[in-house]
Nanobody
């Protein structure tokens, strides 16, 4: 059974930084299609960033426009961990952030296309 466990959320002032982590268990991390989504209060789940890899080949990363130049998605295969480095945080980045995965390597931005989900971690940015 695939499990995703996020951590690293918290409260930060505008302009600050956070690094989210997502530890993956229950499947090989050598080939994966992973993404970060976020969900602000009262809204649907929004695509943030995605990265795909097959062995040593990497596809992407891809980002939603609002985080380009501020957020970086990366992974550490040895630790079975996906990261989201968030710099220059803004109050509008406040949301619950979710790690997600899907078995196929095609790029998708819809939450419904992802099969595996973590429990989410809260990020709050104060102005």
């Amino acid at each position: 059974q695939v499990q995703l466990v996020e951590s690293g959320g918290g409260l930060v002032q505008a302009g600050g930084s956070l690094r989210l982590s997502c530890v993956v268990s229950g499947r090989s991390f050598n080939t994966a299609n992973m993404a970060w989504f976020r969900q602000a209060s009262g809204t649907g789940r929004e695509f943030v960033a995605a990265i795909r890899w097959f062995g040593t080949s990497t596809y992407g990363p891809d980002y939603t426009d609002s985080v380009l130049g501020r957020f970086t998605i990366s992974r550490n295969n040895a630790k079975n961990t996906l990261y989201l480095q968030m710099n220059g945080l803004k109050p509008e980045d406040t949301a619950v952030y979710f790690c997600a995965g899907r078995p196929n390597l095609d790029f998708r931005t819809r939450a419904s296309d992802y099969n595996y989900w973590g429990q989410g971690t809260q990020v709050t940015v104060s102005s």
